[in-house]
C-alpha cells in the first residue's frame, strides 16, 4: 500500500516552461487536494478535487491547472513557470470521515 | 473557518509531556478541531480530531474545553522524534480534509 506518490520529488524549472506535477494514490479516496508551501509558512490550497471530474479552486489557484478523470490521480499543471512558483507542494488525499493523506513533496525551483 | 492562534515555539524536555495550546475562539458548533505535525518538511501526517469531548488514541490526547474556544494536544511521552511543527485546524464536520486551513503553526523542539 504506497499511500499518495508524488513526482518528481525535485525539479528545476525555467522561467516561462510548463510541467506537469504527478500525484496519485492508491486508497480510493475521493477528495484530493494540492497544497503550496513557502520557507517558514503553512500549507495553502491550490486546488482541490471531490471527485473524478470535479474540482475547485482553493486560496491560492492563479497560475495552475488541474483535472481529475480518475480517482486515482489528479495531476497540477503549471502553464507558464514563474520564480513566486518557486516551493514545495504537497498533494493529498482523503474521504469522508477520514483524515488526509499526504505525498513526500516535490522541490521546485523556478529560475 | 474558524482561524486559530498558536504560540509559534514551544520547547519540552525528552520524556515529559508536551502540552501543545490552540485557540479557536470562533469555532462554530459543527466544526471539528484536528491537529496535524509535520516533521522536517516532509509531508503533514495526522494525530488526533474531536468535536466537544476528550479524545485519546495511540498517538496523543485532545482536550477541548467546555465551551470549545481553545484546545490542548498533549503527547504524554515526547521523544526527540516529536520534534515537529504543529498545526491546530478547525474543519467543517460534514466535509472530508479536501480544504484544510494551516496556519503557521507551533514549532516544537524535544530537548535531550
Known amino acids: 500500500n504506497a499511500g499518495v506518490t508524488q513526482t518528481p520529488k525535485f525539479q528545476v524549472l525555467k522561467t516561462g516552461q510548463s510541467m506537469t506535477l504527478q500525484c496519485a494514490q492508491d486508497m480510493n479516496h475521493e477528495y484530493m487536494s494540492w497544497y503550496r508551501q513557502d520557507p517558514g509558512m503553512g500549507l495553502r490550497l491550490i486546488h482541490y478535487?471531490?471527485?473524478?471530474?470535479?474540482?475547485d479552486q482553493g486560496e491560492v489557484p492563479n497560475g495552475y491547472n488541474v483535472s481529475r478523470s480518475t480517482t486515482e490521480d489528479f495531476p497540477l499543471r503549471l502553464l507558464s513557470a514563474a520564480p513566486s512558483q518557486t516551493s514545495v507542494y504537497f498533494c493529498?488525499?482523503?474521504?469522508?470521515?477520514?483524515?488526509?493523506?499526504f505525498g513526500q513533496g516535490t522541490r521546485l525551483t523556478v529560475v | 473557518d474558524a482561524k486559530t492562534t498558536q504560540p509559534p515555539s514551544m520547547d519540552c524536555a525528552e520524556g515529559r509531556a508536551a502540552n501543545l495550546p490552540c485557540n479557536h475562539s470562533?469555532?462554530?458548533?459543527?466544526?471539528?478541531v484536528y491537529w496535524y505535525r509535520q516533521i522536517h518538511s516532509q509531508g503533514p501526517q495526522y494525530i488526533i480530531h474531536?468535536?466537544?469531548n476528550n479524545e485519546t488514541n495511540e498517538m496523543a490526547s485532545l482536550i477541548i474545553t467546555e465551551d470549545r474556544k481553545s484546545s490542548t494536544l498533549i503527547l504524554p511521552h515526547a521523544t526527540l522524534r516529536d520534534t515537529a511543527v504543529y498545526y491546530c485546524i478547525v474543519n467543517l464536520a460534514y466535509f472530508g480534509n479536501e480544504k484544510l486551513t494551516f496556519g503557521t503553526g507551533t514549532r516544537l523542539t524535544i530537548i535531550p
Open positions: 493529498a488525499s482523503s474521504a469522508y470521515g477520514v483524515e488526509a493523506f
Open positions: 470562533t469555532i462554530s458548533g459543527n466544526e471539528y
Open positions: 478535487s471531490v471527485g473524478a471530474g470535479i474540482t
Open positions: 474531536g468535536l466537544k
